[in-house]
């Protein structure tokens, strides 16, 4: 199974709405990720949370809260976003460290529309 | 600044033929490359990947060769199917976390 669930698949959200995005993976994964792709443009990176801890911050403005619950779930809150924070923001997990086995599986992804 | 690059945007292969995409990065400490299958609207899955004590992986149609000293990989598919027609991103990674993506490669197996 290298399933990563996310939900909701789609959101729109005005300006001054609070949501949250959620992430849920069952592979004993200890890293979990938020990458945010843009269309015909490659995933970025946005942050790294490694056996629950914050670990990579890729200067990601703070209208953009992540949490990790526990080791299976990774939530990113949203707060005053803006129009050109819309993309598909997508969950990963991996194991952590170094390794030929480090292989990173996302989830389907969630399509943020800020209007 | 882009330490992948696929410098192909685009690539279109008859059915059954062979595609071969291709994959450059300058950054001599990754040591682990992957690649990843996109379909519209869904997120990347993950398609095979090398480690760089190795120059060749293979599975199923799919074979990926890695040439260390000219820092190029590339990603053959053979026989193409139609089913194969997605936008495939190149990835690199060193510490075991953030993956350094290539711009991708849109591939159209036309009947």
């Known amino acids: 199974d290298t399933e990563v669930t996310q939900t909701p698949k789609h959101l729109v959200m005005g300006m001054t709405n609070k949501k949250s995005l959620k992430c849920e993976q069952h592979?004993?994964?200890?890293?979990m990720y938020w990458y945010k792709q843009k269309a015909k443009k490659p995933p970025e990176l946005m942050f790294v949370?490694?056996?629950?801890?914050?670990?990579i911050n890729e200067s990601v403005p703070s209208r953009f809260s992540p949490e990790c619950p526990n080791s299976s779930l990774l939530n990113l809150h949203l707060h005053a976003l803006q129009p050109e924070d819309s993309a598909l923001y997508l969950c990963?997990?991996?194991?952590?460290?170094?390794?030929?086995?480090?292989?990173?599986?996302f989830g389907e992804g969630s399509w943020l529309t800020v209007v | 600044d882009q330490q992948v690059k696929q410098n192909s945007p685009s690539l279109s292969v008859q059915e059954g033929r062979i595609s071969i995409l291709n994959c450059d990065y300058t950054n001599s400490m990754f040591d682990y490359f992957l690649w990843y299958k996109k379909y519209p609207a869904e997120g990347p899955t993950f398609l095979i990947s090398i480690s760089s004590i190795k120059d060749k992986n293979e599975d199923g149609r799919f074979t990926v060769f890695l040439n260390k000293s000219a820092k190029h990989l590339s990603l053959h598919i053979v026989p193409s199917q139609p089913g194969d027609s997605a936008v495939y991103f190149c990835a690199a990674e060193t510490s075991g976390y953030a993956l350094n993506f290539g711009k991708g490669t849109s591939l159209l197996v036309t009947p």
């Open positions: 990963a997990s991996s194991q952590p460290g170094r390794g030929s086995g480090n292989t990173i599986y």
């Open positions: 592979m004993g994964h200890r890293a």
């Open positions: 949370y490694s056996y629950e801890k914050l670990s």
